[in-house]
């Protein structure tokens, strides 16, 4: 043994005075952070194992607990921060790639935040959207280029297209990852509120199938769980090429998280690795998407939209401009800051580009090439409110999709740890102790709710625009202007600065 | 009539229900901090939270419909109520004498020896003529109080 | 319709319960010879000992009767039953008519043949009148002998040691409460009443009740004997059949009854102590002299005569009780009868702690818990629903076995089914 140079990164706070020693901390701590000594009967706390998750302090029954940041300094260094020095302990002691949960969290700017909405006011009368009706209907799908219509009626067929009453969908998330309570939630509260979940890379449970019509299956490099019945169970497949979080990286489920239920829904043996390779071994080219695409619309008698998402990386917009040519039907991208059950730390830190960005390029580009209207646009990567939609939806979006803020509608308290399978909430954990925290019945209402609120709010800064259907914002950059951001930020985004 | 039912798929076994339901019966009513601090001798819970990871629930009377425990009280003080169907038990008259812990084909009944042996039971917060303590601070929905079971209700 | 009811203690109880849940009018006739409101048999002993006073021993609220319109003849002894004429025989020769009758007599003292029971001081303990007696003449520091280490002899032994008597029990079995218990339980239960200062005779029994008009002591078989100022005679009970001898109704070693507590003769029901119904645990018919039976059979008949059709199928041996704190619970067959049985046991004598099952083909037929009895109902559950055990066997006798322990679908179909228990 030698000497463990980490200390705890947090200390828990116990009020005395409020503290009745029931011992509801310890037994909802699964870190082990609250400990009872037969001895002295009372309850103590082991700081170190505290990943600041807050279900002890969520579930004691007199809040006699918080809990802080260690208030142990280093010697001030700009440069030389404190969760550098502990990186290079952990490392120095372990020898690994240093791992984390949900996305990025470096203070790089937000661009959402420097882009202030318009609203109506004399010239064009504001609508109340509690006495006027609101339309935030949105279909997914490939648009055709005219339409030909004879004696009142379309000529051809429209391509498939996904209905949405709002424009937020759930984004993928594995079962293996994530556990089955919470794809539950999120399939229910698909269905209650009119639009669609995604099943992530790990398949389709057979308790889910139920909820086909409002999930899209997702095909991964890894192929787990992937047949005729699962890609035709859902009402839309995407084909997962990249992940905000870690874009240019696999996936990697450890073999403990593969119990019995993950390894028949992924359809892998029990207890063994799932690993997704970086790449699909059977795509190099645009071409090899091309094919990869249409075998599944063949597959599916060309009835589902086929989604391709791909991480927001430098290029970005030509690969977009490829994939629609390839024939997606909507193009998904995913910012820097989305979520993650597992990552290397120093790739979500450091790899991609802000979705903001991306989202305007791609649009721009799609636009300027006339093919915008082949694909339909969905981003995600930490959409975080109401009003992250609308500017997505005004920056040239046509829905987004929302993780993290879902699992916080869950109960999540965003404490990083996904990827140790031990998630106090019951979210990010396949161990039967913790899952059952997560009651399906909540979870749907929580999550369902939260769409419902933030399709209200949509609402009221549409009506505020002068505007009754979304169909209107899209891609309406006028209603946009930027703060605090530079001409070249402004060029990108495609966007004046306010006061202009 | 209305009885609660443990759903032990979604029981976190926090015992917070085991805590509360002290609280109701002690004599800080539903006071926690008081209720633990300052009772020197506080109530026996009446709701029991059976483990075994990771399986667990709690467990409280059923007010049999056809109640063991009120036949074979040898004083007569366990009684169901004609109207509300509630099994109570007269504290006053109890001796203590463990037989409707004999009967009790639920294990519901607890030994109270704080004072005057006495059977312990759910009263189903009956003085407080609202959702028992135990159901409404369930955190997890765990515990229902309806009259019949949640999945027979919903056809699971 | 007129219903007449023949005692008035737990079955006669029951009887009016059942009665009254189907028929709110037809008058109802509850005759006894005992002058008391309905009161509780079991708490005599704690009556003796001044735990509970005599307002306390209420079986039912005072308002009771009025309340069910029960017509009461307290104090009345009937002699005989008269199934011809369908009328019960009093002791002053009156008769009353019933349509529906309920025959609820109990038990009396089973008095075996001894010199001197003559004498004065020598008690039964079964009524009320009987701790009256013992109440007027006992004093601190008497010495009472004890006949009889059953459950009433015992209670009698603590009431009395309360009350700061000196007490010896004499006990023709090798053990104390013999039909309770195994040997190793009775050890315990015994070396726990020693240290109260209680004495024991055991494998003897008394010779002689000595003295001239009052008891002076008794001389046991095994040749000591012991001084007593007060001797209670509590080898056991008997049911109380003695109205119906010369009647129509079938008697066996109590009143035969069926299913529907209804005894050979029409219209004439019998429950409780008197009866001997069925003993699911032997599969026979047998005497079963406890409380929770008396008032089961009688609610079951009560509910019969007013025309509900309702079964009690069966009852067995099942006892709650406890001396100076240390509570034990026993049910069924509490000692392997043959190689057909399997026992299981854990002991921990220094801690008065003993826990024993008896499985027949798998299935629970019987148990003793000494001092943790917590939850024992749930063992009496598998016994009454005749539950095959071989699946959980092994978490039997764990501490604090519960539900966590049985099968997943066991467990959700009873807890699921909610009020019926
Ligand atoms: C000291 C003691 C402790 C006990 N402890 C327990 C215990 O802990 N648990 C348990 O389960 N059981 C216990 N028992 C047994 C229990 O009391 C009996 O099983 C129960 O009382 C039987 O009820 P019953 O209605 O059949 O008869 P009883 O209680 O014997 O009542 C018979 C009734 O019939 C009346 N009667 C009898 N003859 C006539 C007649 N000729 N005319 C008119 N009326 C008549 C009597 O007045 C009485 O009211 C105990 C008994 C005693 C004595
Ligand atoms: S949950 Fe709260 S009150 Fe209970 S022991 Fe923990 S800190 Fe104390
Ligand atoms: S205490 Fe037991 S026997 Fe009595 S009503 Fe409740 S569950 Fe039934």
Known sequence: MSLNYMTPAFIIERDKDRCIDCQVCVRQCANEAHKWDEEEQKVYSEDANCVNCHRCVVMCPTRALSVRRFPLEFRYNANWTPETIRAIYLQAETGGVLLTGMGNDRPYPIYWDHMLLNASQVTNPSIDPLREPMELKTYLGRKPDFLKIKNGKLLEDIPPQLELDVPIMFSAMSFGSISLNAHKSLAAAAQQVGTYWNTGEGGLHRDLVQYGDHTIVQVASG?????????????????????????GIGGHLPGEKVGEEVSKTRMIPLGTDALSPAPHHDIYSIEDLRQLIYSLKEATEYQKPVFVKIAAVHNVAAIASGIVRAGADVVVIDGYRGGTGAAPLRTRDSVGIPIEFALAAVDTRLREEGIRNKASLVIGGSIRNSTDIVKAIALGADAVYIGTGALIALGCHLCQKCYTGKCNWGIATQDPQLYKRLNPEIGAERAANLLKAWAHEIEELLGGMGINALESLRGNRLMLRGIGLTDRELNILGIKAAGE | MKRVYAREEYCVGCKLCEI??????????????????????????????????????????RHCDDAPCTKACIVGAMQKDPETGIVTNEEDRCVGCWTCILVCPYGAIQRDERGHKVASKCDLCSENGKVPACVEHCPNRALEYGEEPFYLAKGK | MNYVIIGNSAAAIGAVEGIRQVDKTNPIVLISDEPYHTYSRPLISYYLAGKVAEDKMLYRKHDFYEKNKVTTMLGTKVVAVDTGNKEVVLENDEKVPYDKLLIATGSVPFIPPMAGLDKNNVFTFIKMDDIKAIKEVVMVGNKAVIIGAGLIGLKAAEGLTNLGVDVTVVELANRVLPAILDEDAAGIVQAHLEKQGIKFELNTSVEAITGSEKVEGVSLKNGKSYAADIVVVAVGVRPNTEIVKDSQIAVSRGIVINDYCQTSIDDVYAAGDVTEGYDIVYAQQRVLPILPNAYNQGETAGLNMAGKISIFNGGFAMNSIGFFGLPMITAGIIKSEDENYEVLVKSVPEQGYYKKIILKDNVVVGYIYLNKVDRAGIVTSLIKDKINVADFKEVLLKDGFGYIDLPQELRKSRLLRGGIA
């Not at chain 2, 004599?27 to 059976?50: A, C, G, H």
């Open chain 1, 223 to 247: 192929r787990f769980g992937i047949n005729p019945d699962y890609l035709k169970a859902g009402a839309a497949i995407e084909i997962k090429i990249g992940q905000g979080a870690k874009p």
């Open chain 2, 20 to 61: 509360h339901c002290i609280a109701a019966h002690s004599k800080y009513k539903n006071d926690l901090i008081k209720t633990f601090k300052k009772d020197t001798n506080p109530p026996v819970s009446r709701i029991l939270v059976e483990e075994n990871k990771p399986v667990s629930f709690a467990l409280q009377c």
